[in-house]
């Protein structure tokens, strides 16, 4: 089946700073979700993303669904503390209701 | 209340035991899901539901009984489960089969 790779796996970073992380696939997608995860905490729907090429914010977050439909990227700007989580991207598994989850990435925010 | 909701927000059973998670969705979507979240594994699919109608199984051992009684609402009954069983479980809603899903905050299953 389809897979998604997300990198990195983790990153540490200090208040203030940019952070940017990808998800890509073998395959097309045609929608690209970004989530993210606090811990005991079920994932919360970030951004969205429906159209290869299009460019999405959400406050400091902005995520970008690929050209090729095989990767999207998220940007955090300005991080803070509460941005510590697992950000996840998914997307549907061709012509079906499963989504595909990526393993995640592990930001930890340092004040 | 808004969104999705799930209760308990943790529980802890024997393995005797039968319980039931429940989930509500006031998001007026047409489907939902469960699903499975161990430590350190990917979010496992366990249930899809469409207007009431199971359309998805994904090989979930039997001691887990998904019911949906209507659009809005999703329970898993559990019964002689066993430790590795041990969890959270979450539950999605999405507009469509196929769309953006929403989740809940999960139930914290611990089973001894």
């Known amino acids: 089946g389809q897979q998604l790779n997300q990198s990195p796996q983790s990153m540490f970073i200090q208040e203030g700073e940019d952070v940017s992380m990808n998800c890509t696939s073998s395959s097309i997608f045609n929608t690209w979700l970004w989530y993210k995860q606090d811990p005991g905490e079920g994932p919360v729907l970030l951004i969205a993303l429906y159209k290869a090429g299009e460019l999405t914010s959400n406050g400091r977050l902005t995520a970008q669904f690929g050209i090729t439909r095989k990767d999207s990227f998220l940007n955090i700007s300005a991080s803070i503390p509460s941005d510590v989580g697992i950000y996840f991207c998914?997307?549907?598994?061709?012509?079906?209701?499963?989504?595909?989850f990526g393993k995640g990435m592990k930001l930890t925010v340092n004040p | 209340e808004t969104g999705v909701t799930q209760t308990p927000r943790h529980l802890v059973m024997g393995m005797t035991n039968k319980k039931s998670l429940k989930c509500e969705q006031h998001?007026?979507?047409?489907?939902m899901y469960w699903y499975k979240q161990s430590a350190k594994k990917p979010l496992e699919l366990m249930f899809v539901y469409s207007l009431e109608e199971r359309v998805e199984n994904n090989s979930v051992p039997s001691r887990f009984s998904p019911e949906c009684p209507n659009s809005s609402h999703l329970f898993l009954h559990l019964h002689t489960l066993q430790p590795e069983d041990s969890a959270l479980y979450l539950c999605a809603s999405s507009q469509d089969r196929g769309g953006a899903q929403f989740f809940g905050p999960g139930t914290r299953l611990t089973v001894l």
């Open positions: 998914a997307g549907p598994q061709g012509g079906s209701e499963k989504l595909v």
């Open positions: 998001l007026g979507h047409n489907a």
